[in-house]
């Protein structure tokens, strides 16, 4: 394909990674680290961004139903693209020890509802992973062998929609176990211990981009189809069949452009016309290869 | 390599489940309650599942055993088909598993017992009568064999009923477990086959024609029956030419009373799932060409499928006998 623009409608900011998380504790090293500016301070919901290293941050505060609605106040105060990589981050309980561990959540239980999500593909090869419960109110028992958190299944539940549930990754940092309470966590541990996991987490976000980009090449569309969109009067059903016909038509010439100096007079069911006796005309030499 | 496995709970003690459990100890084992909380979900991205598909066992508690599609088997016998498994090791581009399910992840059916009862009722239901069972409809018959164990399973069920056929649908060369054993009469292993080069453009992930021409070789040395299923056929320049090298490169130093049926069929998708499949691989020229939709039917067109047609039907038959060759048109 040609030169490409974002995905139609979403005219956002150039975002690869949406972050979500609880605590501006949890938060901050993020915003350091990824030199995020304020973007929206006036919400419930605080927003920073920097569109230069593609990272965009919510801060949602405790709890699922926060969480979901935060993700969603970023999605739209950003329009963010559908391409984007969501990511809930921060603390967890963990059932055993040490604190400072990082795990990737693979499957997320609510325990309130019982709803269970099945974030992310596996970054098996740079994290362990571990189920996470969502509770609605601090764990101190942690009678599951797994993670315990208070957003993450509100985020799931809304995150998905964004992109896609490949793209929807929950992130967490060992911050307390039976062995070290949680009435120990300050902001000073918390910015330690993720300070310590940045080069991990970085490992983290190369590996997710792939993803992110392979996404965006798919379902970005050219310059060229959005200005004969903004040039031509489609209707949805033409708009629909000119997309599918240029694709094809981009695919069997990918040298050419579209010419609007070719259609100046034209009608939107012309184009298409033109454009698909092009492709048949080359039918009879077909190469698949 | 598989790095998640998530389960059944109700079936982590089955012996299929055991046994992965030994092969694959260090994988990362996950208990769920239903294979549709995580196969079914909405907002799953095909493609890039692909890159890294978990494992999901799960118990299959009914339709065990359905009539085949209209147009999939042979005409001559009342066939049937089972799926002891969903999705397929493979990511060929023109595959309807990746329009039909949401989910790239493997399900594995691992109470084989159960689809082996059905069988054996069916066989019972039409007492006499040559029946054929096709497996390999939702997933590839021996791809994952090493880790499911299935075709040994399968192959010492059917020893029992000689009246049944058993067709094993594949494009793999892990064929370890039929080598190790005396062939049975009434298996046959359907190799799916294309023209090398166009192999290699869209089977990914799948052996080279090569590899499965000589599987099949190995195979019929050791007296297994197979079958070739050039299926779908592709449309491309030079395609008679690819097509008789080929069916000359399988037949060549092949015992043709070895072979127990070729048949071919044409490139077709339902509308949708042609959309999704396009939508999946919207630069690859397959999905470029100006198919035609006929009722809903996605094809090149029934001048090129007849062009098709009468070559394929006219090569085989320099082969093998007419009665050993069929269209599947499905």
């Given at each position: 394909?040609?030169?490409?623009?974002?995905?139609?409608?979403?005219?956002?900011?150039?975002?690869?990674?949406?972050?979500?998380?609880?605590?501006?504790?949890?938060?901050?090293?993020?915003?350091?680290?990824?030199?995020?500016?304020?973007?929206?301070?006036?919400?419930?919901?605080?927003?920073?961004?920097?569109?230069?290293?593609?990272?965009?941050?919510?801060?949602?505060?405790?709890?699922?139903?926060?969480?979901?609605?935060?993700?969603?106040?970023?999605?739209?105060?950003?329009?963010?693209?559908?391409?984007?990589?969501?990511?809930?981050?921060?603390?967890?309980?963990?059932?055993?020890?040490?604190?400072?561990?990082?795990?990737?959540?693979?499957?997320?239980?609510?325990?309130?509802?019982?709803?269970?999500?099945?974030?992310?593909?596996?970054?098996?090869?740079?994290?362990?992973?571990?189920?996470?419960?969502?509770?609605?109110?601090?764990?101190?028992?942690?009678?599951?062998?797994?993670?315990?958190?208070?957003?993450?299944?509100?985020?799931?539940?809304?995150?998905?929609?964004?992109?896609?549930?490949?793209?929807?990754?929950?992130?967490?940092?060992?911050?307390?176990?039976?062995?070290?309470?949680?009435?120990?966590?300050?902001?000073?541990?918390?910015?330690?211990?993720?300070?310590?996991?940045?080069?991990?987490?970085?490992?983290?976000?190369?590996?997710?981009?792939?993803?992110?980009?392979?996404?965006?090449?798919?379902?970005?569309?050219?310059?060229e189809v959005l200005e004969f969109e903004k040039r031509f009067k489609f209707t949805e059903t033409n708009k629909y069949k000119f997309r599918e016909i240029y694709r094809k038509w981009k695919v069997t010439f990918p040298s050419r452009n579209l010419d609007l100096s070719e259609f100046l007079n034209s009608k939107p069911k012309e184009i298409i016309i033109k454009l698909e006796k092009e492709v048949l005309a080359n039918a009879k030499d077909w190469n698949v290869l | 390599m598989i790095e998640t496995i998530f389960f059944e709970e109700q079936i982590a003690e089955h012996q299929t489940t055991q046994r992965i459990r030994r092969a694959l100890p260090r994988a990362n084992w996950v208990p769920i309650d239903r294979y549709q909380e995580l196969f079914n979900k909405r907002h799953q991205n095909f493609k890039l599942q692909k890159k890294n598909p978990a494992l999901i066992l799960a118990k299959k508690y009914d339709n065990f055993v359905l009539p085949v599609p209209s147009g999939f088997g042979m005409e001559s016998h009342k066939s049937f088909y089972f799926s002891h498994m969903y999705n397929c090791l493979y990511d060929c581009k023109y595959c309807f598993l990746q329009g039909m399910y949401s989910s790239a992840n493997f399900v594995l059916f691992v109470n084989y017992e159960d689809f082996f009862t059905s069988i054996s009722e069916k066989i019972n239901e039409y007492n006499g009568k040559t029946l054929t069972f096709f497996s390999g409809y939702d997933c590839d018959s021996l791809a994952f064999d090493k880790l499911s164990g299935f075709a040994d399973d399968a192959l010492n069920f059917f020893s029992e009923f000689p009246n049944a056929e058993l067709e094993l649908r594949t494009k793999s060369i892990a064929i370890?477990?039929?080598?190790?054993?005396?062939?049975?009469?009434?298996?046959?292993?359907?190799?799916?086959?294309?023209?090398?080069?166009?192999?290699?453009?869209?089977?990914?992930?799948?052996?080279?024609?090569?590899?499965?021409?000589?599987?099949?070789?190995?195979?019929?040395?050791?007296g297994w029956k197979i079958g070739l299923r050039f299926?779908?056929?592709?449309?491309?320049?030079?395609?008679?030419?690819?097509?008789?090298?080929?069916?000359?490169?399988?037949?060549?130093?092949?015992?043709?009373?070895?072979?127990?049926?070729?048949?071919?069929?044409?490139?077709?998708?339902?509308?949708?799932?042609?959309?999704?499949?396009?939508?999946?691989?919207?630069?690859?020229?397959?999905?470029?060409?100006?198919?035609?939709?006929?009722?809903?039917?996605?094809?090149?067109?029934?001048?090129?499928?007849?062009?098709?047609?009468?070559?394929?039907?006219?090569?085989?038959?320099?082969?093998?006998?007419?009665?050993?060759?069929?269209?599947?048109?499905?």
């Open positions: 394909m040609s030169e490409v623009t974002g995905v139609e409608k979403n005219s956002g900011l150039l975002i690869k990674f949406c972050w979500v998380i609880a605590l501006r504790a949890e938060a901050t090293p993020l915003i350091d680290v990824f030199n995020m500016k304020i973007v929206e301070n006036k919400s419930l919901f605080p927003i920073y961004a920097n569109e230069l290293t593609g990272h965009a941050l919510v801060i949602s505060g405790m709890g699922s139903i926060k969480a979901a609605a935060a993700a969603t106040f970023l999605k739209n105060h950003l329009k963010i693209n559908a391409y984007s990589a969501w990511i809930n981050f921060g603390i967890a309980g963990f059932y055993r020890d040490p604190i400072g561990e990082i795990y990737q959540a693979n499957k997320v239980v609510s325990k309130e509802s019982g709803a269970a999500f099945f974030p992310g593909l596996r970054l098996s090869k740079l994290i362990p992973a571990a189920t996470l419960f969502t509770v609605s109110k601090p764990e101190n028992g942690y009678e599951e062998k797994a993670l315990y958190d208070m957003e993450a299944a509100g985020f799931c539940e809304m995150a998905p929609s964004f992109s896609c549930n490949e793209l929807t990754y929950v992130i967490k940092i060992v911050s307390d176990t039976p062995n070290v309470s949680s009435s120990l966590i300050s902001k000073h541990l918390v910015r330690e211990l993720i300070e310590k996991q940045l080069s991990k987490i970085s490992d983290i976000l190369a590996e997710i981009e792939i993803l992110v980009e392979e996404e965006k090449k798919r379902l970005s569309i050219p310059n | 370890s477990s039929l080598l190790q054993r005396k062939a049975l009469s009434n298996c046959i292993v359907a190799f799916s086959l294309s023209p090398a080069e166009i192999a290699k453009s869209l089977d990914s992930k799948a052996p080279s024609i090569g590899r499965r021409i000589n599987a099949i070789k190995k195979l019929t040395n050791a299926d779908p056929l592709i449309y491309t320049a030079d395609w008679q030419k690819l097509y008789s090298s080929l069916f000359s490169e399988i037949m060549e130093g092949l015992d043709p009373s070895m072979v127990h049926s070729i048949s071919y069929g044409p490139l077709r998708f339902p509308k949708n799932m042609y959309k999704k499949a396009a939508n999946l691989h919207p630069d690859h020229k397959l999905f470029a060409f100006p198919m035609e939709d006929a009722n809903g039917v996605i094809s090149y067109g029934t001048k090129i499928e007849k062009q098709m047609h009468d070559f394929l039907k006219s090569e085989l038959t320099n082969y093998t006998s007419e009665n050993k060759i069929f269209q599947c048109i499905s």
